[in-house]
């Protein structure tokens, strides 16, 4: 294996997450028809597109675990194998419910690779550092899945599985690229794992993730819906959101520099705060290009705000806890995004304006917590004094 220095790991990272990333949403504009070609009715379609996040959910907090007992770069390895692996079942001629199974994969591989690659980062980077170079890892996550779903309107659903199989290859390729790539720690440690420390900083940090979560399930379910009933376009619903990932994309140095030099606590909690405020908004604006606008201007204080709590969930933290509190802080957020998609649905049929409102207050109230949680943490590494 070849060493490396952090920059040279954060520039391998940030091509192999964006990679992924734009490979697990390259066909997600066209999967449900690729699904409906394969038998399968609105109800297993559901299913399979849930059980990516189900997966997740599930085994975010293990993988993790796993992660800071043998290797971050182990399972990063292992989760890109077993991505290229499930992608390349989508050329199989079977049936719908079985790509419940590839779905299950993917989003726990996906899951594995995001957990593996955040705290990588966070060991690799000192306090100081650390929120520029996890910037990076978000603006390569969002720059994937802001090419993924326009690349994936290029091809057709009849060839949607040769496109999966292809985004198996890159991904055997990443792991390739991983196999010659040092995360910062030993392949396997024999000695114990310390015991995790819940401090305010993770406390305070896992309710920011579920408040963050809450949002973009909204998101996930209703968004088109509600754009759809707005008569948009196909183009402007699509369009909506490649320009949610624009700013995140352009953003991410000074998010970093923010998150790195400025009050930690005072950017997650206004960034929270924003994301609820444009979510209650959002179903009384009746202008597509007002509402393309203001995805825009939305996605602004979120760009500048995830760095933030991403290094907040981190700080203080040994070496061999990091995957575990990356895992947990991941298991949150993705929970809380299936229980809104969920939730969703189902208000959005009773009343449009319903599921955006609702979310939006229980967003702010969690966002709100953190103003105890992390009362005593310092929000500005760059000062000594706790508290500020």
Known sequence: MAQSTPKQTLRRLTIIVAIQWMGATLGLPLLPLFLERHGGGPTTVGF???SFFVAGVGTQFILGHLADRFGRRLILIFSLIAYGVASMTYILPITAPWFVLARVVQGASAGAIEVASLSAVAALFSENERGRAVARIFAAQLLGFGIGPVAGVLVSVKDLGWAFFTAGIISFL?????MRTSLGDRAYDPTPLPRMQWNQQLVGALFAACAAGLTIGVYETCWSLLMHAHHASTLQIRLSWTLFCIPW???SGVAGRLADHANRRTIALAGLLN????LAIYPHIHNNDVMLFLGSLEAVGAALSMPSISSLMSQGAVHRELSR????????NTAALAVAAGVSGVLFTVNSVLPFTLMAVVSSALAL???WWWRHVTGNISRLAVGD
């Open 369 to 371: 917590t953190t103003l």
């Open 325 to 332: 509190r990356q895992g947990l802080y991941a298991t949150s």
């Open 48 to 50: 399979v597109m849930a």
């Open 275 to 278: 994301n609820a405020l444009f």
């Open 174 to 178: 990443a792991a390739m690229v991983t």
């Open 249 to 251: 994309v352009v953003l």
